[in-house]
């Protein structure tokens, strides 16, 4: 149990455009998601916190006009990169949140998605 | 800030040993303590959790946890090559992880 999928896994566009990123738990539900970036030989660096229901809960620095999260569903949550320029090529990481309340809960993560812009 | 500090890298083990990783956290608060491996150009994968202090087995990897100390450790048995990655400390705070900066680990054939 605790599968998180990613997709696409790869997406190549040109500077301007938008590129959405869906993140799906498939066996479990998540009330809370999160989304990640990782630029090569980084840590992982939390973009934001992906409540279902609710707005997203962004880290300092990012601009959420330009990165718009959307927790449709217990199971969904998508990223779009909005007006994508070069400097926006990374790993996009979501992870799920799954378990009880306190201390229990983990994240599992998706497989990532990795975005190039031209 | 929630500060997690991993014993720096990168770590050389030949197929076979133990391969001993080291991690300390700021937060005293924390509960909830993670280990993910992270295969390179791969997303992390969680391997162990623990939330009580001492020892936590499973297959060839152990988790320690010394909440007075601060410190939480992961040991691999029998190291294979196939256990050459980087392994990432994470300490959960308000549902979010801090990560370390996490140890390269190299099995020797």
């Known amino acids: 149990g605790a599968v998180v999928s990613q997709h696409p896994s790869w997406v190549i566009c040109k500077s301007g455009t938008s590129v959405k990123i869906e993140c799906r738990s498939l066996?479990?539900?998540?009330?809370?998601m999160f989304w990640y970036r990782q630029f090569p030989k980084q840590s992982l660096m939390l973009m934001a916190t992906?409540?279902?229901?609710?707005?997203?809960?962004?880290e300092q620095g990012v601009e959420k006009d330009k990165f718009l999260i959307n927790h449709a569903s217990l199971t969904l949550s998508t990223l779009t990169v909005t007006s994508a320029h070069p400097e926006d090529s990374s790993f996009y990481i979501c992870?799920?949140?799954?378990?009880?309340?306190?201390?229990?809960?983990?994240?599992?993560f998706g497989p990532g998605t990795r975005l190039l812009v031209l | 800030q929630k500060e997690v500090e991993q014993n720096s890298g990168p770590l050389s083990v030949p197929e076979g040993a133990i391969a001993s990783l080291n991690c300390t956290y700021s937060?005293?608060?924390?509960?909830?303590f993670f280990w993910y491996r992270q295969y390179s150009g791969k997303s992390p994968e969680l391997i162990m959790f623990?939330?009580?202090?001492g020892d936590k087995e499973d297959g060839r990897f152990t988790a320690q946890l010394n909440k007075a100390s601060q410190y939480v450790s992961l040991l691999i048995r029998d190291s294979q090559p196939s256990d050459s990655a980087t392994y990432l400390c994470?300490?959960?705070?308000?549902?979010?992880?801090?990560f370390g900066a996490g140890t390269t680990v190299t099995v020797r054939a």
């Open positions: 992870s799920a949140l799954r378990g009880p309340a306190g201390a229990g809960e983990t994240q599992y």
């Open positions: 066996d479990f539900q998540a009330t809370t």
């Open positions: 992906s409540n279902e229901g609710s707005k997203a809960t962004y």
């Open positions: 937060d005293r608060g924390s509960q909830s």
């Open positions: 623990i939330y009580s202090n």
């Open positions: 994470a300490v959960m705070g308000d549902y979010k992880l801090s």
